[in-house]
């Protein structure tokens, strides 16, 4: 059992579309529960995944938001970028708690279109269905 799932894409559906829903903030009592000690203030923000909306606490590093030249003036990252870990936002584990996983993924398929286009010129679109069921 870990507090971080390790991963910055979707531990249910695999996609990497995971959006911050909401403002990056310090952690509170309210996210971390008995684990708050250790993780007083670390920056988190709530984050969902677009394709199976699964709700995640993502870990969010703004270092790198640093802007290089004038220090006191800081960068706004890109909502995607700015985290490197997540957890479970309801359970802050590794595990998901019911109300984490909205849906469950049925069945995950990844298939290609090959079209050739012209001398030398193939055009490859990776389709990705992710069929989901209401958990
Ligand atoms: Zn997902």
Known sequence: MSRN?????????????????GEIRPITRNDAGVYFDEFE????????????????????????CVNPIHRDRAIYCSEDAAFFDLSYRSSFDDEPRDDDIPYVVVAHNTGQI?????????????IETIMLRQA
């Open 41 to 64: 203030g670390m920056l988190v923000a709530p984050a969902m995944c677009r394709v199976c909306a699964a709700k995640y606490l993502a870990w969010v590093d703004q270092r790198p």
């Open 5 to 21: 799932l390790c991963r910055t894409n979707c531990d249910n559906c695999g996609s990497e579309h995971i959006r911050l829903t």
């Open 114 to 126: 090959v079209e050739t286009i012209g001398d030398g010129m193939v055009v490859v679109n990776i």
